[in-house]
């Protein structure tokens, strides 16, 4: 049983090279007890990696042992520059279908070709990662919402499936696109061979109960060698089993794709989807791991990271990794303290790779399926999706809109589509903010949202207005077209209005004139503009665009000091002089 006490408390505020280099962190804090524990999570998550790997690079259309490669070398480049203690890094279902879909149109199906786009996809992807560490762009490529990537990954997972399908049921599949492929596994079931479809059925179910049984176990592994034995040891071969053959023994030879970008039209935009996936998903697999253990990790760092890692599989004939949730949740519940889990696994990989690659030779394609088929089907999370039906029909609209997208327009294209409706989403929430009308707490000199308070009072005479948002070129002409309509309900009684800045951190030239020009219009109808709760180098704009008409903007003036200065209205009842 782990004991918070045990795990190492990296220090988070580490300047210079410390920060760039994470082991500097918790080499020094490693303790003798943590050996035993990232020792047995390294070997548990290699048992893990290597079935897992084999079945996500034939799902990239590249041979078996180049998933084993991503896992040799990404790991090790990951334990050194990585923030997260947990995180383990691979080849992810969703990457490898965006890799398998894209590089077979781009080499036309030649396959050492195809391994060589898929080796340079990951070498412009790290530099993609290395740009971004460079410029600080951690914040910026976070803004794919979680809405979004929930629709965009139930996609990935439909899609993923019906390429592993035909080869459960013995069937060659084909079709270009998900309804194609749904429509020509219909037209080949009658050709069902019944023993392969046991035999994966049968794999697929063995996975699921051992996943709830014992989780954190490489149950995998074990029908990994349960079904060579079956095929060696049993008449089984005779019925038709695709098997993965003799894998190459050895370590991958280090060397630079044999490819230049400018030779590859589509690998940019492929390695910009797979640079977006990664990041998003490695970040918050991280996150939540962190949270588990009350750490924290530096999501800058997280590119750097990212970067050496996918550098390093690109010189290893592998293709673009990213950590993932389902990787590092069996490093985790194995017991690892600290990435030196990591190394472990990567040394385990390697002794695998020199001594045992004969072993697989009758590894049976099917299995490789099953794998790929238990591990997508956490790609769709039916209990947030009728969550978001309930909370906001909008956001699963969004939801919904990647999902087609992914389904109609394949996931490169799909996640590409995902990025675009996220950013213009967030565009079109900014241009459109909510302009609250306040009212007074009752017995309070605070001052609330009417219409989420509708027992707040209003203050005879005076509109108080708030724009929950900053004030910006193209929001303004939305706020004054809110304003004006409050304006116009408060009728001809109206004397004040109070904008209240204090929910509007920036406020740029536009916004400021704004403001003039409500003033303006206001002083014609006989009522005063009065700014309130504006910060610092927003009240140093106001002054400068538009003077002292509207009296005094000071950090100490509130709401309530502008009503309670207000002369009491003219008795209707007054005689003019």
């Known amino acids: 049983m782990r004991e918070p006490e045990d795990d190492p408390v990296l220090d988070g505020s580490a300047g210079g090279w410390r920060a760039l280099f994470p082991p500097a962190q918790w080499l020094p804090l490693y303790r003798k007890s943590w050996l035993r524990h990232d020792l047995v999570a390294g070997i548990t998550l290699a048992a893990y990696a290597i079935p897992v790997s084999l079945a996500y690079a034939s799902l990239a259309g590249l041979p078996p042992q180049y998933g084993i490669y991503c896992y040799l070398v990404g790991g090790i480049a990951y334990a050194l520059f990585g923030s997260s203690r947990q995180l383990a890094v691979g080849p992810t279902s969703a990457i490898s279908m965006l890799v398998g879909t894209t590089v077979a149109g781009l080499s036309g199906g030649d396959v050492a070709l195809g391994a060589k786009i898929a080796a340079l996809t990951a070498l412009v992807f790290a530099l993609m990662s290395f740009l971004a560490w460079l410029l600080r762009l951690s914040s910026l490529v976070s803004f794919i919402s979680e809405t979004i990537l929930l629709g965009f990954k139930a996609g990935a997972a439909l899609t993923i499936a019906m390429t592993q399908l035909p080869k459960l049921f013995g069937v060659p599949g084909g079709g270009e696109n998900f309804f194609e492929r749904v429509w020509i596994l219909g037209g080949q079931l009658p050709d069902t061979k019944p023993v392969i479809l046991a035999f994966g059925v049968t794999a697929i179910a063995v996975l699921v109960a051992g996943d709830k049984l014992f989780p954190a176990r490489p149950i995998a592994l074990g029908v990994v060698i349960a079904s060579i034995i079956a095929l060696s040891a049993t008449p089984l071969s005779q019925f038709g089993f695709k ?335």
């Open 243 to 577: 098997t993965v053959g003799v894998l190459p023994a050895g370590l991958p030879d280090f060397a630079l794709p044999g490819l230049r970008p400018r030779d590859v039209d589509g690998v940019i935009p492929l390695a910009f989807a797979c640079f977006l996936l990664a990041y998003i998903e490695g970040v918050s697999a991280a996150r939540a791991l962190a949270a588990n253990h009350g750490d924290e990790i530096n999501p800058r760092q997280e590119l750097l990271a990212l970067a050496a890692a996918n550098c390093a599989a690109a010189l290893s004939h592998g293709y673009p990794v990213a950590g993932g949730l389902s990787q590092s949740t069996v490093n985790d519940k194995a017991g690892a303290r600290t990435p030196l889990s990591l190394v472990f696994a990567s040394v385990t990989i390697a002794g695998c790779l020199l001594f045992l690659t004969d072993l697989l030779r009758n590894l049976p394609q099917v299995v490789l399926a099953a794998i790929v088929l238990v591990a997508v089907k956490g790609l769709i999370n039916l209990p947030e999706m009728r969550r978001l039906w309930t909370l906001s029909r909008m956001e699963f609209s969004v939801a919904a809109a990647a999902l087609a997208g992914v389904l109609v327009l394949g996931i490169l294209r799909g996640v590409l589509l995902a990025a675009i409706v996220s950013m213009l989403l967030l565009i079109h929430r900014a241009a459109r903010p909510h302009v609250a009308v306040l009212g007074r707490v009752p017995g309070t000199s605070r001052y609330s949202d009417l219409e989420r308070n509708p027992d707040n009072e209003v203050v005879p005479g005076v509109l108080i207005v708030r724009v929950e948002s900053s004030l910006l070129y193209f929001n303004v002409g939305h706020v004054r077209d809110e304003v004006r309509r409050h304006v116009g309900d408060a009728g001809d009684g109206l004397r004040l209005v109070v904008w209240d800045l204090s929910t509007s951190p920036y406020v740029d030239v536009a916004g400021a004139r704004l403001l003039r020009e409500m003033q303006r219009m206001l002083a014609a109808r006989g009522a005063a503009l009065r700014v309130v709760e504006a910060r610092s180098s927003v009240r140093d704009l106001i002054r400068e665009e538009i003077g002292a008409s509207i009296g005094e903007v000071s950090r100490r003036i509130s709401i309530d000091d502008v009503i309670t200065a207000l002369p009491p209205a003219p008795s209707s009842g007054a005689l003019a002089p």
